[in-house]
């Protein structure tokens, strides 16, 4: 039943910390997973969140990929319409000439912010939306080999030509797993913190799935916010740091990431407690024992190809510590 790791990093900013002392951590945490076998590091796009430093994506994959030996490194993801589909084959080809076979290029459609940083990014907002499944094979082609003396293509990524970086569609809901089945893609669906449409995704994109040169079966890679320590309540009182987290973002504040809180209750509405449990529903927490059990349990549900594990923990030794015994849980399965 043993199903692969991987690691989903924002880079989280803690409370009176700042991005300097996030981006050590996400190294540490990058070797860490690598040592206990993860399969994956990727780091996510955000941009005006005060608790996450991964706005710069592909540089900050380069910094990890560059302190880490094996472990692939990517995004979770590049939020594709605030970039031209060009920069990104440039980027990734790159990051792939300087780390040949360990780099990922996970793309996603939403902005990964406010509307009014969004407009920032993009500058012409336009239907960014709706460009998606065109920009995303547009960059599909500009990893294409180019023909010999390279003539025949007016444009070219340089590096990024004919280098084939792995692509994944990143998704909350049926519009990513149609598109990814339609080009034969791999798929990775956000339930940590949009589960409503999980196995409603899973189900259409393992139906309509067509192989393609990149991949000849469907893999879908599922998000689990796994918060683990040595006992059930330590591992709920870590818990509470991502809590207050998504209660700060609901309330239009978003803030860096909070000390843990021995009572949830304490500092939300019942009503806005109810919101955040529903949000986070695809999580396990708890001691060990828990967490195998609740990874036993979601694999049995969902039956994913893999799991990207994420876990907003304030302090950094007990966010290890939560990684080695996700590790060890899924081992033992």
Partial sequence: MSVPLSVLDLAPIVRGGDAAQAF????????HAEALGYRRFWLAEHHAMPGVASAATAVLIGHIAGGTSTIRVG???VMLPNHAPLVIAEQFGTLESLYPGRIDLGLGRAPG?????AAALRRDMGDTGNRFPQDVQELQAYFEPGEPGGFGRT???VPGEGLRVPIWLLGSSLFSAQLAAMLGLPFAFASHFAPGAMMDAVRLYRSEFRPSRQLAQPHVM????????DGDD???RLFTSLQQQFLALRRGRPDQVPPPVDDIASVCAPEERAGIDHALRRSVVGGPETVRRGLAAFVEEAAPDEIMVTAQIFDHAARLRSFTIAAEAMASL
């Fill in 24 to 31: 050590r951590n996400a190294l540490d945490l990058a070797r």
């Fill in 234 to 236: 330590d591992a709920r």
């Fill in 155 to 157: 444009v070219r990524a």
């Fill in 113 to 117: 912010t406010d509307q009014r940083t």
């Fill in 75 to 77: 995004s979770g993801g």
């Fill in 222 to 229: 599922l998000g689990l916010n796994v918060f683990a320590a």
